[in-house]
């Protein structure tokens, strides 16, 4: 049977510890190390090995393939999101569109003359 413990159950449980042992007279030092970056996710067998084909060695950590292979929200992963959801062009669009491409064009070629 596991049980699992928020970082605050901890924390708080800790405190009552060193404040029961204090008032005691009990002299504690009290060296704690709070790791706030580091978070518990459960994955499918089939998403470990995915994750795990992207570790390149043994000093690659998970965290270094997910900051390397995720692109972080608002970057090209939300722009191909928001261009499925454009509708297509009307015919005057296009049209209006492909004037402005073929008056680009008339323009670069009459610039180098």
């Known amino acids: 049977m596991s049980v699992f413990f928020s970082t ?8 009552k510890q060193f404040a029961r042992f204090s008032q005691k007279g009990h002299d504690l030092s009290v060296y704690l190390c709070y790791c ?14 995915r994750l795990l084909a992207y570790k390149g060695d043994d000093k690659d950590s998970f965290t270094k393939v997910i900051l390397r292979v995720l692109p972080e929200k608002g970057s090209a992963a939300e722009i191909g999101e ?15 569109i492909e004037k ?6 008339q323009w670069q070629e009459n610039a180098w003359k």
């Open 36 to 49: 706030a970056y580091m978070k518990t996710i459960s994955l499918s067998e089939d998403a470990y090995r």
């Open 82 to 96: 928001s261009i499925a959801d454009i509708s297509p062009l009307t015919e005057q669009e296009a049209g209006v």
């Open 8 to 15: 605050d159950q901890v924390l708080i449980f800790l405190a």
């Open 100 to 105: 402005v491409i073929a008056e680009g064009n």
